[in-house]
């Protein structure tokens, strides 16, 4: 008895810390002058595809039946989602970030 509640209490604190990790790397940013002037940075670009038509996805669906039930319990989410239209209100978020980065004093 007291091996199981050992083994069981080993289980659990190695799954609570298991939980608790910190990542392995810091968040990289950016340093303070980055974006000061154009010294730094002669051009920038900005590229923009095409937004892909909005779907559903459900993450954790991997098998065949999971993924039936889950298609099956959220029909009205997935027929709502489908006629929503992504592209109209990103159309212009290329010309808008293109005014922001030009008010910065850069290319």
């Known amino acids: ?12 604190v190695l799954l609570v810390t298991g939980c608790a990790s ?14 000061a002037g154009p010294a730094k ?11 892909p038509k909005p779907d559903t996805w459900f993450p954790g669906a991997d098998c065949l039946l ?22 109209d209100e990103l159309k212009t978020l290329k010309q808008d970030l293109a005014a922001l980065i030009t008010k910065k004093g850069l290319t």
């Not at 910190?22 to 974006?35: E, L, N």
């Not at 999971?66 to 709502?80: E, K, M, V």
């Open 66 to 87: 999971c993924l039936a039930f889950a298609n099956a319990s959220n029909t009205s989410l997935t027929a709502h989602v489908r006629t929503l239209d992504a592209g």
């Open 22 to 35: 910190t990542p392995v790397q810091a968040p990289i940013g950016f340093s303070k002058g980055y974006f």
């Open 1 to 12: 008895m007291i091996r199981w509640t050992a083994g069981a209490l080993l289980g659990a």
């Open 41 to 51: 940075v002669a051009r920038v670009a900005i590229v923009m595809s095409e937004v």
